[in-house]
């Protein structure tokens, strides 16, 4: 199976500030790799396909780097509504793991 | 628009099985895969498996193997997905999400409600 780590596990942030979320995989998946939001009591959101296609309706602000075993997730400037969780999942092969997820809340 | 309509809430004694549903509505159901994924309190998403709902191909991860299985009917178009052997660590929400369509290696775009199973006695 392939192994999937997110750091950090959380951080503290303020409206406005610069978000980065690191994802490594324990093998290449060259870009095979998803990042979703979650927020309490609700289903995950697909935010970015394939390392860094942003999906239809997810603010610019969001962007997504990286292959083979190194991704990033970032956002350019952080808002009110993106405190959330966030998962990366690899759809290399089965089974399709996902990071341990990212939680971002208010500083 | 696309919409996953999962079934309500279940309670189950330890030993028990469940089976839980998800209604598909606003596309080609046979053209996508989908996929389960639980998430237990407080803790982060596993994927349980897939089924192809074109000829009811499944794989399911190694952790469910011999305990789950899932299954469609076309004419409701509609996936289905039992647990059996419940234990208490499967309290969890469980999830249906929709895949690729006609390939597995692609994100998981659409998400059913979720459907909180709890085990206990």
């Known amino acids: 199976d392939i192994q999937m780590t997110q750091s950090p596990s959380s951080l503290s942030a303020s409206v406005g500030d610069r978000v980065t979320i690191t994802c490594r995989t324990s093998?290449?998946?060259?870009?095979?790799l998803n990042w979703y939001q979650q927020k309490p009591g609700k289903a995950p959101q697909l935010l970015i396909s394939?390392?860094?296609s942003l999906q239809s309706g997810v603010p610019s602000r969001f962007g997504g780097s990286g292959s083979g075993t190194d991704f990033t997730l970032t956002i350019s400037s952080l808002q009110p509504e993106d405190f959330s969780t966030y998962y990366c999942?690899?759809?290399?092969?089965?089974?399709?793991?996902f990071g341990p997820g990212t939680k971002v809340d208010i500083k | 628009q696309v919409q996953l309509v999962q079934s309500g809430a279940e309670v189950k004694k330890p030993g028990a099985s469940v089976k839980v549903s998800c209604k598909a509505s606003?596309?080609?159901?046979?053209?996508?895969?989908l996929h389960w994924v639980r998430q237990a309190p407080g803790q982060g998403l596993e994927w349980m498996g897939l089924?192809?709902?074109?000829?009811?191909?499944?794989n399911y991860a190694q952790n469910f193997q011999g305990r789950v299985t899932m299954t469609r009917d076309t004419s409701t178009s509609t996936v289905y997905m039992e647990l059996s052997s419940l234990r208490s660590d499967d309290t969890a929400v469980y999830y249906c999400?929709?895949?690729?369509?006609?390939?597995?290696?692609?994100?998981?775009?659409?998400w059913g409600q979720g459907i909180l199973v709890t085990v206990s006695s």
């Open positions: 999400s929709r895949g690729g369509e006609m390939s597995t290696d692609t994100p998981f775009d659409f």
């Open positions: 606003g596309y080609t159901f046979t053209n996508f895969y």
């Open positions: 089924i192809n709902p074109s000829d009811s191909t499944t």
């Open positions: 093998q290449n998946i060259v870009r095979y």
């Open positions: 394939f390392a860094s």
């Open positions: 999942q690899q759809s290399f092969s089965t089974p399709f793991t």
